[in-house]
């Protein structure tokens, strides 16, 4: 039927003509549109005329006010006749199509939709009903429906899906009808129920025999009909019906078809069609069995890699990579049970929790390690096969779906319990209990009547329990190196034996613990390195004298004649490798001792002799590079020892020279008195050479495009090209008497049992690529995060790619420009001994390993992630270390705070006090600083003592390594000279605990400690026998606030893995009313606005600190951590965590740097500064300041909101969509400007303008 040729009406403006028209359209509606049925049709006809050529006509009739809609809408309900219909179909089709947005809203609000299926309902009883008038109403439908939330139901009540159906079976040749049927369907699947329904109806069926190979021809049809077929897939019914028509291989061969000949890629919307059907059904299990049962593995990754060069092609690879992910079979992780390698038996059982279920469960460990090639039905590690775990499509499009849950309850997680906000003083225990803390506070009663303050020193006032019992002076006596296991009698040592250790160790004898630990395996026989003895004269020679025990299983390569031309590569390797080089001829020992290793240039020019067979180390049962053999141990080892045969000297830099407070025989002292339950017995070479800054920047590493998209192929060639993969174990500690699984020397060697090591098994995948799995923390099957392992029998210049496979975070800083740490011995032999940032092609992202609910915390379908680099090897016959981050042992810290003791002066008061002993037998110490009085008058006593108190923790999760290093840098400037240090010693009195979980860090735990539990949610109710750090630090908290000396300033120094910067959270009750929905009177929210005085500060001077990324509510989630307790119950109201990045910083003096140590030890210093910056603005009670700091709260109000809890702030980047973009930047532009913190005044109520400090703004 032809569209009507309306002549216009001349003489009449054409808005008034249309107004006309309209007003004779209204006037005819009822029973007159019926009876004159010629009129109707020639009025519509020339309102239909006019919108089509006058724009204004248009915009008259849907201009606001006009009842032109209501006019037409009524003339379509009342009319009979076909042709009027039609022209009003026409007259409403030429409106919706201009502006539509908003008309569109109109037309549904006005009842259209019910309207135009009513017409429907009714055109389809006649015989045979209108074709054109059919087409006209689906065309209609499919413009007003995407804007109708209820248009599937009301096509559904109306009964015109089956009219929709039944147009198209009728109508499968008839193109011009079939196509706006189509998109009346596509709509309608939109609908879940309306999806069923059209399944049951065979609709499914029907749309698989529109879709067809390629054709240049009803291209759009086809473009329409896929994704019309796409929305009725997400119905898991009808994708079952999909696959159980063997519908998936047809679709895998049209996506081939279409793949093959779309060669000038005009159709890839076609092509993306048919991807988002395999996508659709895909997301059932019998989906990815029928996928896999098709090929589509192989069918997808040989089409995607022909995609890859074609940029424009992204859309299809990504969402090929998205079903071959989804299809990839689940697995479980190569492990006999995620439970840690390491037992370590309570002395009791909480009643409730984690590790409750966890000693529910059957035993597992190491001795089911030789069940590891089975397939394991464990209770502890089951993957859950139902089609539950794939019900989401973001979960399959989203790595991040864990957060968008957490933005979606992070309002819930706002305190808003009043009672709970107001914080008030609980010291929770009678003060009788409290009393015998009083030895924990001398200071607080010293007198000093038998102090000269004339002399250089006193013991009295300053005696260190801690350092006396930690060897804290360096003896020019034999060093003594123990195994870890007893001594037999026969080998007992006769000269600086183990008693003459403990003459000097006081009470830190080597006992085991006083909580039951598990028996170790049964020693292979090994060699007692407690012997070997290092004499040190002037010369700095040492002279290993080793006596030859009963055993005979050494390195052979100790046995061979040295090699011609003494390369220190060769000699570290003959220590580290277990290799017998050829010979090539005498050796002039003479000539040859100092040969090959210092560098022109570099920073370390003092050297120290270290002769060959010595383990540099200094510890026995050394595992030689990485992981060749025991020393000892019958594990891999190939000869015996010469016993007259002398290894080459190897000059070791002294970075005593660059790291004042680094001594390698200290080090090796502190670990001895070290208890871990593995009972490690050697010294990691980064630990025992030191860490020196490097000099130059590390920016954050650029990604590189399509790098996560390269990386997951790899991954699914593994399933493609099975004969590829080597799938050989190379390191494994569940067989704990070797570890080491020795080969032909094609492959690395690994190792990570030592202090802090966490490296749980190695798996070779390809000739240069492993698979790495981390160890949970002990009494836990999660944690899986911190690593620090030993890497030797590299080949220089060669790529390796490294996958850590069981990471359970959702997204990582990783993924936004962090590194991991690599430190290189050669390197440091060569005068540089540091950690660097390394590694390329960096990336993170779910993988195809499974966790059990149990260890997902009762959730069902969740992956791990891996965590993938690059990297290459400068040096030959070298030995590397890689790390989450800088490590900082227990050892570690011992060592720091025995020689910050040397430092001290007369002028400072140092006391070291041992807090308690942990769970595994470890010293917690507790350090006292502060100036001594200038004399021992009552006046200076008086001042002395009433010093305000400044607490300071550190290290409570044991993989934040950054804690120590920011805590080391407070350290040292509070020991420091200067003037400044001197100020705020004379301001306050300093308690600190550096490391409140020891037994965590010396085991290589992420989180917890032995306990299985962290520490940091302990702090309600802490258990003296599992908890024991938390329960003292906390009575030493209770005490004080008994004696009314609660500290002034609280701080717990913590590292942040998904943010930048370093930030504080503290505790605002204001803040937390804010951000929350309930009332409060203003005597509620009556609080002193200090607590923001202290990062307001550092903010001003700190260059890594942000102010932007504070957050100062409280939440229901962190009511048992520290700073909530501490505020909460001990009345502090300045309590903090200062959270510092293990990435890198996006603002200030820093930005695009990844951070280190130097930057991290000046965070320590700053926050020193900051403290005495407060002391001095209290002093100046300027109360204007209050006005500026109350307007300066509101003005950040808003964007608090934005995320308005520490818990929604878990992530600085954006969400990391990995179907859409592969190349996903760090791009936060929401962060504040420098200056804007500069202008920013906040803190106590005094100006900070008023101050003229050297101390002051260090920002660029």
Wanted: net charge neutral; with cysteine.
């Amino acid at each position: 039927m032809n569209k009507p040729k309306m002549a216009t009406e001349k003489g009449v403006p054409s808005n008034s003509r249309v107004l006309m028209l309209l007003g004779q359209l209204e006037r005819m509606n009822g029973e007159a549109m019926v009876r004159d049925v010629e009129t109707a049709r020639q009025i519509t006809a020339k309102i239909f005329h006019l919108i089509q050529t006058q724009e204004k006509s248009g915009k008259e009739v849907m201009s606001k006010g006009s009842s032109g809609m209501e006019v037409i809408l009524a003339s379509l309900e009342n009319t009979r006749d076909v042709q009027t219909t039609l022209n009003i179909l026409y007259i409403l089709s030429e409106l919706l199509t201009v502006g539509r947005g908003r008309r569109v809203g109109v037309f549904v609000s006005k009842g259209g939709t019910g309207i135009l299926f009513q017409i429907l309902i009714t055109a389809i009883k006649e015989l045979p009903p209108s074709e054109e008038l059919m087409l006209q109403l689906h065309s209609l439908l499919a413009k007003v429906g995407p804007k109708d939330r209820k248009f599937g139901v009301k096509a559904r009540l109306s009964g015109a899906l089956n009219v929709t159906v039944n147009l198209i079976k009728q109508n499968l040749q008839n193109t011009k009808l079939l196509l706006p049927c189509l998109q009346v369907l596509r709509v309608y699947s939109t609908n879940s129920v309306n999806a069923i329904s059209l399944g049951k109806n065979g609709v499914v069926e029907l749309m698989f025999k529109i879709v067809a190979p390629y054709s240049k021809k009803n291209t759009s049809l086809l473009k329409v009909a896929l994704d019309a077929l796409g929305a009725l897939l997400k119905s898991k019914t009808n994708a079952r019906r999909a696959v159980d028509g063997g519908h998936v291989p047809v679709l895998l061969a049209l996506y081939q078809d279409w793949h093959r000949n779309d060669t000038r890629h005009r159709h890839m919307l076609i092509r993306k069609g048919l991807l988002v059907c395999l996508r659709n059904i895909t997301n059932i299990k019998l989906g990815r069995k029928a996928f896999l049962d098709a090929d589509g593995m192989r069918i997808l990754y040989n089409s995607s890699t022909e995609c890859l060069p074609v940029r424009t092609l992204d859309p299809l690879v990504n969402t090929s990579s998205l079903i071959m992910r989804k299809c990839f079979p689940k697995n479980r992780l190569p492990l006999p049970t995620i439970k840690s390698a390491f037992q370590y038996q309570l002395p009791h059982v909480p009643a409730v929790g984690p590790v409750a279920q966890l000693y529910s469960q059957p035993p597992g460990g190491r001795k089911n390690s030789q069940l590891y090639d089975r397939p394991l039905k464990k209770v502890d590690d089951v993957v859950d096969e139902s089609d539950d775990n794939e019900e989401t499509d973001a979960d399959t499009e989203n790595d991040t779906e864990e957060d968008e849950k957490d933005q979606r309850t992070a309002n819930d997680d706002i305190e808003t319990d009043l009672n709970k906000l107001h914080p008030r003083k609980n010291p929770g225990r009678p003060f009788e209990e409290l009393r015998v803390y009083e030895r924990f506070f001398l200071e607080l009663s010293e007198d000093f009547q038998g102090y000269n303050f004339e002399s250089s020193k006193s013991a009295s006032t300053t005696s260190s329990s801690f350092s006396s019992s930690s060897a804290s002076t360096r003896s020019t006596r034999p060093i003594v190196v123990p195994t870890a296991q007893a001594l037999s009698p026969k080998l007992a040592p006769k000269s600086g034996s183990r008693a003459d250790c403990n003459s000097t160790k006081g009470q830190h004898t080597l006992p085991s613990p006083s909580v039951p630990t598990p028996t170790p395996p049964a020693p292979l026989t090994p060699l007692e390195l407690d012997t070997i003895h290092l004499t040190k004269d002037q010369d700095k020679k040492e002279e290993p004298r080793i006596p030859s025990p009963d055993t005979c299983t050494t390195l052979s390569s100790l046995a061979r004649p040295p090699s011609q031309g003494q390369m220190i590569e060769q000699d570290l390797a003959h220590v580290l490798e277990c290799v017998s080089l050829e010979e090539e001829g005498a050796l002039n020992t003479g000539e040859g001792g100092g040969r090959g290793v210092k560098q022109e240039g570099s920073p370390v020019n003092a050297t120290r002799h270290i002769q060959s067979p010595l383990l540099l180390g200094g510890i026995a049962t050394r595992r030689v590079g990485g992981g060749g053999s025991n020393w000892g141990s019958d594990c891999g080892s190939e000869g015996a020892e010469d016993e007259g045969g002398e290894g080459a000297v190897l000059e070791v830099p002294d970075t005593a020279l660059l790291l004042p407070l680094h001594d390698p025989d200290l080090y090796v002292e502190m670990v001895k008195g070290t208890h871990s339950v593995p009972q490690y017995a050697e010294v990691a070479y980064p630990d025992y050479f030191g860490h020196v800054a490097p000099t130059f920047r590390e920016p954050l590493q650029e990604r590189v495009y399509g790098v996560q998209r390269s990386k997951i192929f790899q991954d699914t060639e593994r399933l493609i090209h099975p004969n590829d993969i080597v799938d050989k174990v190379v390191y494994d500690l569940d067989i704990p008497s070797c570890p080491v699984i020795e080969d032909d020397g094609e492959s690395l060697k690994f190792n990570s049992q030592f202090e802090s090591g966490n490296l749980r098994k190695a798996v070779q995948i390809r000739k240069y690529e492993y698979d790495l799995v981390l160890n949970s923390d002990i009494n836990s099957n999660h944690y899986h995060q911190w690593f620090y392992f030993e890497v030797s029998g590299m080949r220089v210049g060669t790529t390796y790619r490294f996958n850590i496979i069981n990471s359970e975070k959702s997204n990582s800083q990783f993924n936004y420009g962090m590194q991991v740490l690599m430190y290189s011995v050669q390197e440091a032999i060569s005068g540089r001994p540091r950690w660097v940032r390394t590694g390329t092609d960096i990336c993170y992202y779910k993988n195809h390993f499974a966790r059990s609910s149990i260890a997902a915390g009762g959730q069902k379908g969740k992956s791990y992630y891996t965590m993938t680099f690059s990297t290459s090897f400068s040096h030959k016959d070298d030995v590397c270390y890689f790390a989450y981050h800088y490590p900082y042992t227990y050892s570690t810290l011992k060592m720091h705070l025995s020689k910050l003791e040397a430092l001290r002066t007369p002028q400072i008061y140092l006391r070291q006090d041992v807090l308690c002993k942990t769970l595994g037998g470890n010293s917690c110490p507790l350090l006292t600083i502060t100036a001594m009085p200038e004399s021992n008058s009552n006046d200076h006593i008086c001042q002395f003592r009433n010093r305000p108190l400044i607490f300071l923790s550190a290290r409570v999760h044991p993989g934040e390594t950054n804690a120590s290093w920011v805590m080391k840098g407070t350290l040292e400037f509070l020991m420091s000279t200067s003037p400044l240090a001197a100020s705020l010693r004379e301001a306050y009195i300093f308690k600190i605990i550096p490391m409140l979980n020891p037994d965590g860090v010396v085991n290589g735990n992420h989180r917890c400690s032995l306990s299985g539990e962290d520490l940091n949610r302990q702090w309600q109710n802490p258990n003296p026998e599992l908890h024991p750090t938390i329960y003292h630090t906390k009575s030493l908290l209770q005490y004080l606030a008994h004696i009314q000396r609660a500290p002034l300033v609280f701080c717990d120094y913590h590292g942040h893995s998904r943010k930048k910067n370093v930030f504080m959270y503290g505790c605002s009750v204001k803040e937390t009313v804010w951000q929350s929905n309930i009332s409060a009177t203003s005597s509620d929210l009556q609080e002193d606005l200090g607590y923001r005085a202290l990062p307001k500060i550092l903010s001003q001077i700190a260059p890594a600190f942000s102010m932007a990324s504070c957050s100062f509510v409280v939440e229901r989630s962190k009511e048992s951590t520290a700073r909530v307790v501490v505020w909460r119950e001990i009345g502090v109201q300045c309590s903090y965590t200062m959270e510092s990045t293990l990435c890198g910083c996006d603002q200030g003096k820093y930005k695009g740097l990844q951070i280190g140590t130097r930057e991290l030890e000046e965070m320590g210093a700053q926050f020193c500064v900051a403290l005495l910056r407060l002391k001095r603005l209290t002093g100046l009670r300027n109360h204007q300041h209050l006005l500026d700091l109350e307007s300066d709260i509101i003005g950040t109000q808003a964007k608090v909101v934005s995320s308005p809890t520490t818990y929604v702030m878990e992530e600085d980047e954006p969400p990391f969509l990995e179907p859409i973009d592969y190349s996903a930047e760090s791009n936060d532009e929401d962060a504040e400007p420098e200056n804007e913190h500069a202008a920013e005044v906040q803190g106590n109520p005094d100006h900070l303008d008023q101050l003229s400090d050297s101390e002051t703004n260090h920002r660029d």
